[in-house]
């Protein structure tokens, strides 16, 4: 058979798995992907991937490693013909065949994981990876267009795969960025849970109510009764977050833990949502449950994964949303006081003020975290006034989520402005973007705290009820309506 035609018959089959899934049936099909790849993962002294890209294209493509490492571990190269081909800075030139690009590659994944050893990047613990996409898939250069890619992933026994990546019949499809911005993917022998999360926005009422799927990928290194805390820990933290949202924050989503020996608790923490929304977490190797529901990083990262990436100098946007709501969804949840927060805000806010004279596209290290929590918090106070308390910044931020804005995305901080105040309908965001981005405007938050009525004294958290934003203050921590608590385990 032409390697032309078993293109064009795993095309067909795709959309065929595809059009008999999808409802109504008069729906349109799904276009065909620009390429297809098809993995084989299997363990000779150490994971390898053998992988067969096929992609469509009436000129050559270049297919690009991303940087020399990963190059190094590339153990041969050939085009569709069978003939090896060597690189160029990191890069195969494969000719097309009848509109088809064929190149096939073996890669040492065990190999990269323990020369990098970096949960930011590729991490290997006992048979199972943690790597982001581009450590071992090449990226296919030369279309006027980001590529469209599905991929196919056939495990020997024992192994898995799985990614952040939407399922697109039997593949995993990876469109609207490149290879290099996509997510964490894991691979081989390690523990592999998905969880039922309502989707987003579906516990609104009067919305159709609907599951989505949160997998959670563990690493060797915990014992039994540790993996259980975690996953329990992670199912719980998902409904704390569905609290706030109104649903959880993603369609699906991949969950990497990885062990490290030398914790007790909860270590670093890492977003990437490119094509799919992924996140890594560290986690002790001797797993204390209560320092696990006593810890921040999880809850801070999956408000990462409800907002896209909002490109340009704005990590002050989306870290300042992350620490401003990671305490308000673990109060609203009961695991904190409402005093606590204050205290926190009060606290550390400080660290980032200077932020807003400089403006906040200039913000660097630990300014960007508390200068955009302010800038959330001066928010959250706006949209309650504009809206006589009808609404707050969650139905800002979960207003732009619901309206495709999701965490696969890179938009535009004016963009992402302009649907959270579509949202509230109040042009508060885009407001508060020109005053404190474009026009540098300071902010006094003494005067802030003795608007809403909040003191330290002695030692301890005063909320004065008689304050003039006093009304505003009580429902941004606890919001304007119950929400579920979510018992702890010594509770349950």
Known sequence: MLASDMFLRTLTASLLALMSAVLPASAQPVPAPDCTVDGTLFDADGLKLDIVYRCRSSTALDFHADGDRIAGKVMSFRDG??????????????????????????????????????????????????????????????????????????????????????????????????????????????????????????????????????????????????????????????????????????????????????????????????????VMVEVGAEVETRRLFNDWVLTHEFVHTGMPFIRGRSTWFMEGAATYIEPIIRARAGWKTEEEVWREWVESMPQGNGAFSVGLANASGRQNYWAGATFMLLADLAIRRATQGGKGLEDCLGGALWSGLDGSLRVDLAEYAAACDRATGAPVMAELVARHVERAEPVDLSALWRELGISIVGGRVVLDDAAPAAAWRRMIVMGMRPTSRILLPWES
């Open 81 to 278: 013909g069978g003939h090896a081909l060597l690189p160029s800075a990191n890069t195969w030139r494969v000719e097309s065949l009848g509109g088809l690009v064929e190149a096939h590659y073996r890669y040492d994944l065990t190999g990269y994981a323990r020369t990098v050893d970096q949960t930011s990047v590729a991490v290997q613990r006992g048979g199972g990876v943690l790597a982001i996409l581009s450590s071992w898939l090449l990226e296919p250069r030369g279309y006027q267009r980001v590529p469209t890619i599905d991929i196919r992933m056939n495990t020997e026994s024992g192994l898995v795969f799985a990614a952040g990546l939407p399922r697109v019949g039997d593949a995993w499809r990876l469109t609207g960025t490149t290879v290099r911005f996509a997510g964490y993917s894991a691979l081989g022998r390690l523990s592999l849970e998905e969880i039922a999360v309502p989707l987003p926005g579906s516990l609104r009422p009067g919305q159709p109510q609907g599951q989505g799927i949160l997998r959670i990928a563990i690493l060797d290194g915990l014992s039994e009764t540790a993996r259980a805390a975690v996953i329990d820990w992670v199912r719980r933290t998902a409904e704390a977050q569905a609290n706030y949202w109104h649903g959880f924050t993603a369609r699906q989503m991949l969950l990497g833990l990885v062990p490290a020996g030398t914790r007790r608790g909860v270590g670093y923490g890492r977003t990437v949502p490119g094509g799919g929304v992924t």
